[in-house]
């Protein structure tokens, strides 16, 4: 009885190892396979991850890329090939077209969408100077990169974005919680049907009502995700290619003067002994992507242009190339502190030198020197200029009183006036009425001889 029982053992165990052996060669087989298909240019399985299928295509030493795949503008477009997983994708993509005609390209944009079966869905259109074309398309998400291949080739492709967004787990979410509103408001219609009351109706017909519009919110919302994914959405941005000139300006600064500016360029702040010498440094820079002709450089304050500019290196006269710089320099005296104004300014030309209408590259810095007083005894010189100074400044507070004076210039007339009128009147007989005539006394005897 053992022995039959060691024996069926050792059989199963045998059964078990023919079984395994058997699995691992069929494993080795189908990765022999597979390796096969992908030494012979087969393309691997495809991988999903979050919605967005991404297909891994097996290396190929002896392939070129494809040229066709890169825009004018040096932008790779990105592919995104919708591929039916049975899921809920959302597929938007942004792109920015810069053409040499804003109307037609929209034009054209749009009939490409149309021949797809799409249609445009919005559209903003900025005129002169800068003209601009915002179009927003709906296309089937089985044409959605097709339509990104077609709208990027209308003109120079500057930027892309595309983007998948899967919402199948929000559209069942919604789906779940509209069967059950659905199922409430069942559930209280038929409450309602048996209510008795004016208050019991009252309240169901109050929950009835918010349940129904939570319902149709939710419906609302399931339709806009559906749209959303039934349709691809593209944003368009069509823009003008023109030139781009920009100019940059760098101030600084040097104590002294060599003559040449060999110490340019210099500091960004100078501090300098009142009327000590102070050498300014112009480095110009042409930053855009257009030729740039007729540099021109003043400064108000310094009350100088490019002609009394000292050239580093470079030529002024001649056409600055994009990052092409030029470096000028001014020998300067620091009578008082300074506070320069320097602009810089080129016309942009095209690449046969004619001038590009309404369009100028400028720009305008401002540096500062501050002048301090050295100290010490001054001289006969400095004293001298001293006083100068001290009696020009005296003349002008004078000019200065005498103008704020000048509108009260009639006061001390009236006033003069007003004084002589006073006076002669004081001067004037005063009149008043005739006094009576003076009695005449009587004499002492008479008065005597009436009373006898």
């Known amino acids: 009885m053992q022995r039959n029982i060691h024996l069926r053992r050792i059989l199963a165990a045998l059964s078990v190892l023919v079984l395994v052996a058997a699995a691992c060669s069929s494993v080795r087989e189908s990765f022999s396979d597979q390796s096969a298909g992908l030494a012979a240019g087969d393309a691997a399985p495809e991988t999903t991850f979050a919605g967005a299928t991404t297909t891994t295509a097996a290396p190929e030493s002896s392939a070129e890329p494809d040229r066709s795949l890169v825009g004018s503008g040096g932008v790779t477009p990105v592919l995104a090939q919708p591929i039916d997983l049975g899921r809920d994708i959302i597929f938007t993509a942004d792109l920015v077209v810069a053409v040499t005609d804003v109307v037609k390209a929209g034009e054209e944009a749009t009939r490409i969408v149309s021949s797809l079966g799409g249609f445009i869905f919005g559209q903003h259109t900025i005129g002169a100077p800068n003209p601009q074309s915002v179009l927003t398309f709906k296309v089937f998400p089985e044409d959605f990169q097709t339509a990104l291949d077609r709208l990027g080739s209308i003109g120079e492709l ?3 974005n595309v ?4 919402v199948t787990e929000r559209v069942v979410d919604i789906k779940s919680r509209i069967n059950t509103a ?4 069942e559930r ?5 049907e048996t209510a008795q009351g004016v208050e019991a109706v009252a309240a169901l017909e109050s929950q009835l009502l918010q349940r129904e519009t939570e319902l149709e919110t939710l419906r609302g919302q399931l339709r806009t995700l559906e749209d959303m994914v039934s349709l691809a959405t593209i944003v368009l941005t069509i823009t003008e290619d023109t030139a781009r000139p920009e100019i940059r300006l760098i101030v600084t ?3 002294g003067h060599d003559g040449a500016g060999l110490s340019c360029p210099g500091g960004e702040g100078l501090t300098v002994d009142e009327g000590g010498p102070a050498t300014l440094c112009f480095e110009v820079t042409n930053v855009g992507d257009t030729l740039l002709t007729d540099l021109a450089l003043r400064d108000p304050i310094l009350d100088i242009t490019i002609d009394d500019t000292i050239v580093v290196f470079g030529d ?9 710089s030029i470096l000028l320099a001014y020998e300067a005296t620091a009578e008082r502190d300074i506070r320069t104004q320097t602009t810089a300014t080129a016309q942009p030309v095209a690449e046969d030198g004619t001038p590009l209408p309404g369009r100028e590259a400028a720009v305008t810095v401002t540096f500062f020197i501050d002048a301090v007083d050295p100290g010490g005894i001054p001289t006969f010189t400095e004293g001298l200029k001293a006083s100068y100074k001290v009696l020009v ?3 002008q507070f004078l000019l200065l009183l005498a103008g704020s004076l000048l509108p009260f210039i009639w006061v001390p007339a009236v006033l003069w006036l007003a004084w002589r009128w006073q006076t002669t009147r004081r001067r004037q007989p005063m009149t008043s009425a005739p006094l009576p005539p003076p009695s005449v006394p009587e004499p002492v005897g008479a008065g005597a001889k009436k009373e006898d």
Do not use: H, K, M, N
């Open 393 to 395: 400044q005296l003349g």
């Open 253 to 255: 600064a040097y104590p």
């Open 158 to 160: 500057r930027s892309q």
């Open 316 to 324: 002024p006269s001649a056409t600055i190339e994009p990052g092409q």
């Open 163 to 166: 983007s998948a967004d899967d």
């Open 188 to 192: 209280l219609r038929g409450f309602l």
């Open 182 to 185: 659905e199922a409430s408001v």
